[in-house]
């Protein structure tokens, strides 16, 4: 199916003054999409030559489907399915993904319920098997408790997947409160799959985190790092760190302390982007009541990060996404609300500042809670997709950007 692109579009709208040169201008061109009205969650995954496109479909008024596709820059490929059910976690913050890995295959997950309390459910992950097809899920999890295991982030490790999630097992959920998150102490736990799905080891990575802040993970030159939303007990949540190697993980340590202190989960998770020892961070913080979008570099695979760089301290709502480009710069993208509505945000980085303004490159975006944005680096571009929203109907939008 070609590609249909539709520069400028009503949902696309290029916040810039009409009195900047046009040289100066981000572009934006919307692009169709192989998935049916009323999709959402969308996960893009670059890798070589290819953009991965994932959703969740609904089939059923009672079913969803796993979905994916293949852009090259000009066309989509067929669309496949990992999985399809009708007891399903379906969230706009704890989302399914595919992604590919070094050998070519493909691994994906995605959350089913094993309780009624809405929040009680099991992480599965597939992965594909040397022919291309798709193996029987399996649950990197082995504790049976009906609490909240998801959030995942799978990188791949030496031949391996490790999957990590955070794992509810020491939690209290109250069975006679469907929406209750419940009491005690949420961990991020890990797993190292083999291409078979057997889970060679586990791991307690942190025995006390934030309850429902998406993770994010990258392979550095010496191993993997993970960020994710601590949390102290008096209900400091700042950004922590782990990495791990042949040794096994790390203890985890403080990006930077920003010093918020919140009560509840403010479902507002970290970025990674990485290029051999190079990584960057992005991250929302609130604290003082303050609410910024942080930015931060490291040179030695994320043992230690430069000071934080503002990217916005306006108006930013956070859902940040971190890009890496090849001259060593930096994108960082943001969900922010402007003086017309709800908006998604770039900005360039080096690690000596902000290089140039915060940009809005797309107008009407919806509220935070119909879904996280996603942006990745492709084809000498950068590709956002999101869940857009109009006249009581929802779609998965996508999108080329190319800043100036």
Same mark, same amino acid.
């Given at each position: 199916?070609?590609?249909?692109?539709?520069?400028?579009?009503?949902?696309?709208?290029?916040?810039?003054?009409?009195?900047?040169?046009?040289?100066?201008?981000?572009?934006?061109?919307?692009?169709?999409?192989?998935?049916?009205?009323?999709?959402?969650?969308?996960?893009?995954?670059?890798?070589?030559?290819?953009?991965?496109?994932?959703?969740?479909?609904?089939?059923?008024?009672?079913?969803?489907?796993?979905?994916?596709?293949?852009?090259?820059?000009?066309?989509?490929?067929?669309?496949?399915?990992?999985?399809?059910?009708?007891?399903?976690?379906?969230?706009?913050?704890?989302?399914?993904?595919?992604?590919?890995?070094?050998?070519?295959?493909?691994?994906?997950?995605?959350?089913?319920?094993?309780?009624?309390?809405?929040?009680?459910?099991?992480?599965?992950?597939?992965?594909?098997?040397?022919?291309?097809?798709?193996?029987?899920?399996?649950?990197?999890?082995?504790?049976?408790?009906?609490?909240?295991?998801?959030?995942?982030?799978?990188?791949?490790?030496?031949?391996?997947?490790?999957?990590?999630?955070?794992?509810?097992?020491?939690?209290?959920?109250?069975?006679?409160?469907?929406?209750?998150?419940?009491?005690?102490?949420?961990?991020?736990?890990?797993?190292?799959?083999?291409?078979?799905?057997?889970?060679?080891?586990?791991?307690?990575?942190?025995?006390?985190?934030?309850?429902?802040?998406?993770?994010?993970?990258?392979?550095?030159?010496?191993?993997?790092?993970?960020?994710?939303?601590?949390?102290?007990?008096?209900?400091?949540?700042?950004?922590?760190?782990?990495?791990?190697?042949?040794?096994?993980?790390?203890?985890?340590?403080?990006?930077?302390?920003?010093?918020?202190?919140?009560?509840?989960?403010?479902?507002?998770? *970290?970025? !990674?982007?990485?290029?051999?020892?190079?990584?960057?961070?992005? #991250?929302?913080? %609130? /604290?003082?009541?303050?609410? =910024? @979008?942080?930015?931060?570099?490291?040179?030695?695979?994320?043992?230690?990060?430069?000071?934080?760089?503002?990217?916005?301290?306006?108006?930013?709502?956070?859902?940040?996404?971190?890009?890496?480009?090849?001259?060593?710069?930096?994108?960082?993208?943001?969900?922010?609300?402007?003086?017309?509505?709800?908006?998604?945000?770039?900005?360039?980085?080096?690690?000596?500042?902000?290089?140039?303004?915060?940009?809005?490159?797309?107008?009407?975006?919806?509220?935070?809670?119909?879904?996280? *944005?996603? !942006?990745?680096?492709?084809?000498?571009?950068?590709?956002?997709? #999101?869940?857009? %929203? /109009?006249?009581?109907?929802? =779609? @998965?939008?996508?999108?080329?950007?190319?800043?100036?």
């Amino acid at each position: 199916m070609r590609a249909l692109l539709a520069l400028l579009t009503p949902l696309l709208l290029i916040g810039v003054a009409c009195t900047e040169p046009a040289s100066d201008r981000p572009t934006v061109a919307g692009i169709n999409t192989p998935a049916p009205p009323e999709s959402g969650q969308p996960q893009l995954h670059a890798a070589g030559d290819t953009l991965w496109l994932s959703w969740v479909a609904p089939t059923t008024d009672t079913t969803h489907a796993l979905r994916y596709a293949a852009f090259d820059g000009d066309t989509w490929g067929p669309t496949g399915t990992v999985a399809e059910g009708g007891d399903w976690f379906v969230n706009w913050a704890d989302v399914p993904s595919v992604r590919t890995l070094p050998d070519g295959r493909k691994a994906a997950h995605y959350l089913v319920s094993n309780g009624p309390n809405v929040f009680a459910y099991d992480v599965r992950i597939a992965q594909t098997d040397d022919t291309g097809n798709w193996q029987d899920a399996i649950t990197p999890h082995d504790d049976g408790t009906q609490t909240e295991h998801g959030f995942v982030s799978m990188i791949p490790w030496q031949g391996n997947l490790m999957a990590v999630w955070l794992d509810g097992r020491e939690m209290n959920l109250d069975a006679d409160d469907a929406h209750d998150h419940g009491s005690g102490a949420m961990t991020l736990r890990a797993g190292l799959l083999d291409a078979e799905g057997t889970v060679r080891a586990s791991f307690l990575i942190d025995d006390r985190v934030c309850e429902c802040c998406p993770t994010t993970g990258v392979e550095t030159k010496d191993g993997l790092l993970i960020a994710y939303r601590d949390r102290t007990e008096d209900n400091i949540r700042n950004i922590s760190l782990a990495r791990y190697d042949d040794e096994g993980w790390s203890e985890p340590y403080t990006l930077h302390d920003d010093g918020w202190r919140l009560d509840g989960c403010p479902v507002n998770g *970290p970025s !990674l982007a990485a290029d051999g020892d190079t990584v960057v961070a992005s #991250w929302f913080t %609130a /604290a003082e009541n303050e609410p =910024r @979008v942080y930015a931060a570099f490291s040179a030695d695979g994320g043992r230690t990060f430069g000071d934080p760089l503002v990217m916005d301290d306006d108006r930013p709502n956070g859902q940040v996404s971190t890009v890496l480009l090849s001259d060593g710069q930096a994108v960082i993208g943001w969900h922010a609300r402007t003086d017309d509505g709800n908006a998604y945000m770039v900005r360039r980085v080096t690690p000596a500042g902000a290089d140039g303004p915060a940009r809005v490159v797309v107008h009407e975006m919806p509220a935070v809670r119909a879904g996280i *944005p996603r !942006l990745v680096p492709f084809d000498e571009d950068l590709f956002l997709a #999101w869940t857009a %929203a /109009a006249d009581g109907a929802r =779609r @998965v939008a996508f999108a080329r950007l190319q800043l100036p």
